[in-house]
T-cell receptor, first 117, second 113 residues
C-alpha cells in the first residue's frame, strides 16, 4: 500500500520568510498528487494538484509545488509567507491503476504551520 | 455552485449505538468518498462510491458501511459504536472517476461517549 511522509510536523516562520514543506510518497506506479490546506475552523481546501505535464505546478494564494519523480517528492513552496497562511497543510496522493481506475486519497500526517507577525 | 454539504455537523452518541451521516455532493459530481480524521491517525480513507457502486474501500472494519443514491447523495453508517470511532468524518466529491480533484465538506464531528 502507498504511504505519504511529511517531514515537518510543526513549522514556525516569521512573515515574509520563504516556505518549503517536504512530502515524499511510496508507490512505484503513476500517481496524482495534491496539497490541501485546513485553516483553523475551516474545511480542507485544495491548494494545488499535479496530474501530468509540467512538474512545477502553481496553486492558489501564491503556492507552488514541484514533482520530482526520481525522488518520489512533491514539495510545497511559497516565496514569502503571510500571517494568514497559518494553517495545517496536507500532502496527498492517489495511485492511478493501469485500468484507469483510482484508489482513495492517502494523506500525510500534516504540517502545522504557524506564521508569526 | 453549492459546495459539499454534510449533515449533521455534530453528533453525540453512546457506545453500542449506530449512526448515519449524510453527504450531498456538488451538483454533477458522481464520485463521493468518505474519510475519517483523528488527531492520532490523521486522515484515513474509508470508501468511495461512483454511480451508486462502491469502488474502493479502506482498511476499516465491517461496522463502517455506506451507500450512494441515484442522485449521488451518500450516507455512511457506523454500527455498534466504539469510543475510538470519535472523529471528524469528511465527505469529498469529484466529477471524475479517475482520481481527479476532490472537494471536501465541513465534516460531521462524531463524539461517542
Amino acid at each position: 500500500a502507498q504511504s505519504v511522509s511529511q517531514h515537518n510536523h510543526h513549522v514556525i516562520l516569521s512573515e515574509a520568510a520563504s516556505l518549503e514543506l517536504g512530502c515524499n510518497y511510496s508507490y512505484g506506479g503513476t500517481v496524482n498528487l495534491f496539497w490541501y490546506v485546513q485553516y483553523p475552523g475551516q474545511h480542507l481546501q485544495l491548494l494545488l494538484k499535479y496530474f501530468s505535464g509540467d512538474p512545477l505546478v502553481k496553486g492558489i494564494k501564491g503556492f507552488e509545488a514541484e514533482f520530482i519523480k526520481s525522488k518520489f517528492s512533491f514539495n510545497l513552496r511559497k516565496p514569502s509567507v503571510q500571517w494568514s497562511d497559518t494553517a495545517e497543510y496536507f500532502c496527498a496522493v492517489i495511485p492511478m491503476y493501469s485500468g484507469g481506475g483510482a484508489d482513495g486519497l492517502t494523506f500525510g500526517k500534516g504540517t502545522h504551520l504557524i506564521i508569526q507577525p | 455552485k453549492a459546495g459539499v454539504t454534510q449533515t449533521p455537523r455534530y453528533l453525540i452518541k453512546t457506545r453500542g449505538q449506530q449512526v448515519t451521516l449524510s453527504c450531498s455532493p456538488i451538483s454533477g459530481h458522481r464520485s463521493v468518498s468518505w474519510y475519517q480524521q483523528t488527531p492520532g491517525q490523521g486522515l484515513q480513507f474509508l470508501f468511495e462510491y461512483f454511480s451508486e457502486t462502491q469502488r474502493n474501500k479502506g482498511n476499516f472494519p465491517g461496522r463502517f458501511s455506506g451507500r450512494q443514491f441515484s442522485n449521488s447523495r451518500s450516507e455512511m453508517n457506523v454500527s455498534t459504536l466504539e469510543l475510538g470511532d470519535s472523529a471528524l468524518y469528511l465527505c469529498a466529491s469529484s466529477d471524475s472517476d479517475r482520481g481527479g480533484g476532490y472537494t471536501f465538506g465541513s465534516g460531521t464531528r462524531l463524539t461517542v461517549v
